[in-house]
């Protein structure tokens, strides 16, 4: 996609954002709506506890796609408004919402470089013939170990974040959010119990786990990267940034309503400023566009190792 195609695009969004408002204040008020009613089944009946799952489960998904909303400054005009929702996202989410603004800013800064980007650089060290066996079988079964180990080697890792980001008011932020976020939980645990906790965040953050492996994994894996070495280089332009991403577009409502136009990740690259929930309004089709279950049945066929660890050129495999 040229840059004038881009351009086009921008601005057709910029002229449909008029009702953004309304759209982001409702995807929020959708998203406080479903926790009251998931909480409230999840300590219901065994009927209702099961629903309430299914919601629960829905609200995890969604708390963090609003969440990269609101950290991409793009769900609300207001960066308060941003900072409130951020916050509260990141706690149902499970996620610290500052650590994850920093490494997630870096990501965008970063995209294309295996060895700059702080989400690939675990790629760069060959993992050993056992790990890699656990990882095929687990990629297999739809044991979603390779997203649990990527949330908590990116947000929850003080030891490397801190050596990311070493400055006093970076730090500053990375344990004060560790902190809230742990707080928040505990004070949960005391208010619904620990059996009323785990009946409400069990079996909901399993299958949110399950459900976001292949959505994460599918966005920069098994692409072309770059490696920038010892040589000082400069980051890839947010208008090349296709070649190093993929989307896996859901059908129109999941991708509206549930995922705030998440799939549409191309787009979101090439397009940082514009809101996700305005990307699938874009008829135009990116390079790396595929349908997220046509690239499911692909990516299941070949082993996990190969997915995450090998590009395209090394297999010749265009998933």
């Known amino acids: 996609m040229n840059k004038t195609e881009l351009r086009s695009i921008r601005l057709k969004l910029i002229a ?3 009702g953004a408002l309304r759209s982001a204040v409702g995807f929020v008020a959708l998203n406080v709506f479903l926790v009251a009613l998931g909480v409230s089944l999840s300590l219901g009946s065994m009927v209702e506890w099961f629903f309430g799952q299914i919601l629960m489960t829905v609200v995890l998904i969604q708390s963090f796609v609003l969440l990269h909303e609101a950290k991409h400054q793009t769900l609300f005009r207001s960066k ?28 965008h800064r970063w995209t294309g470089y295996l060895d ?8 760069l060290s060959e993992p050993s013939p056992w790990a890699i066996r656990v990882l095929n079988f687990c990629w297999r079964y739809f044991i979603p170990v390779l997203f649990l180990r990527y949330r908590v080697t990116n947000y929850w890792n003080l030891r490397r974040l801190v050596q990311l980001y070493p400055k006093p008011w970076q730090k500053r932020r990375i344990y004060l959010s560790t902190a809230s976020v742990l707080v928040a939980h505990a004070l949960l645990v005391a208010a619904l119990g620990l059996f009323g906790y785990l009946s409400v965040f069990a079996l909901s953050f399993v299958l949110h786990s399950i459900i976001m492996d292949p959505i994460v994994l599918c966005q920069h894996c098994h692409l072309s990267y770059e490696r920038a070495g010892d040589v000082d280089v400069k980051p890839i332009l947010a208008t090349e940034h296709d070649r190093y991403t993929r989307s896996v577009h859901f059908p129109r409502f999941i991708s509206r309503w549930l995922l705030l136009g998440f799939d549409r990740h191309e787009l979101h690259h090439l397009l940082p400023g514009i809101p996700g929930y305005l990307l ?24 996990g190792y190969t997915l995450v660890f090998k590009t395209r050129e090394q297999t010749g495999l265009w998933i």
């Open 16 to 18: 449909q954002s008029k």
């Open 80 to 107: 308060t408004a941003n900072q409130i929702v951020g916050f509260f996202a990141g706690i149902l989410a499970f996620l610290p919402a500052e650590n994850w603004q920093l490494v997630h800013e870096d990501h």
């Open 116 to 123: 700059r980007d702080p989400t690939s650089r675990g790629l």
């Open 280 to 303: 699938n309004r874009v008829e135009e089709k990116t390079i790396n566009q595929f349908s997220f279950f046509q690239w499911l049945r692909q990516a299941k066929r070949i082993p």
